[in-house]
């Protein structure tokens, strides 16, 4: 990769798309620690990769106000409903990124930084020529690894079956991670629904949810 690409890639990444409150500054060169997050200091913090709507972030932040939530969205469409609804619950425990997760997580946060990270319903690009995009791959076990702390839990959830064996194996191969109980569930429980997740749910798709601890 070129420097004059990454150099792009960071324009893009700083540029952020409309003003609120609910966003992070981010700067080239210098990573965000936990108290760049926010204003006060939490007991945990949660980092949901691809935010979406914003549905399940808004319900676990409503819920735990001693964890501070950090979502990264790259549609603008998707960050409006989000704020919109943190602003109507006036939720201050979450913060935003309008970031494309997949390109440079490594350089956005300090090591050890978060307690536990969420990702639900990544692209399964379910052609092989297409495999190589997937978020889900030994790299980004890695950068999950390093962001995590010691005993931090990592949530993943597809309901692609060829991409839910592929992170069993995956896991199974990583001797840096163990499950929190079985190697996949069908079932995620006391954990908020997102309206993708009632959709699949409703059109009788099967879910694989693979919950792993950082040893």
Known sequence: MT????EKQWKIVTRI????????????GSKLKKNDLFLNEFGTYYLELGSGWGEVAVSLAKD???TGFILMEKKPDRLRK????????QIQNVKLLSVNFNWFLEEIFEEGIFD???????????KRRHHKHRTLNPEFLNTVYLLLNKGGKFHFATDYGPYARKGIR???????FKPISVD?????ENFPISHFEQEKREAGSRIYYLDRTKI
């Open 3 to 6: 420097s004059n690409f990454r």
């Open 184 to 188: 996949y569930s069908l079932y995620r």
């Open 64 to 66: 735990n106000p001693n």
């Open 82 to 89: 989000t704020i919109k609804d943190l602003k109507e619950n």
């Open 116 to 126: 536990e990270i969420l990702l639900n319903f990544p692209d399964p690009w379910p």
């Open 17 to 28: 798309p409309f003003s609120s409150e609910y966003f992070l500054k981010l700067n080239q």
């Open 170 to 176: 995956l896991f199974r191969e990583d001797r840096r």
